[in-house]
């Protein structure tokens, strides 16, 4: 079997420090920014160098994501039927 493929993704996602708010569009002056109450509207960045607001009034949360895929070949005649319970 070969070694596993590690892959390590880094997203940033950017909150206003006041009311909660997440950033939802790349802002390219503080008054363009756009704000939504839920993380899952707010926009990933991939750096933090490609929008301008005050960082001073906002926080920032970092993810990262580690996934492993590892991969076998296998012949046809070497595949068992899983029957799934049914």
């Not at 906002?58 to 990262?64: G, K, Q």
């Not at 590892?70 to 595949?79: A, G, I, M, Q």
């Amino acid at each position: 079997m070969q070694e596993p493929i590690l892959n390590c993704e880094v997203e940033y996602r950017i909150k206003d420090n006041y009311f909660g708010r997440w950033i939802t569009n790349k802002p390219t002056a503080q008054e363009y920014a756009n704000y939504n109450a839920l993380r899952s509207n707010a926009r990933k960045f991939n750096g933090l160098d490609e929008i301008d607001i005050d960082w001073d009034k906002h926080l920032i949360e970092v993810s990262r994501i580690e996934t492993k895929e590892t991969r076998k070949v296998y012949n046809f005649e070497d595949l068992e039927e899983v029957n799934d319970g049914v």
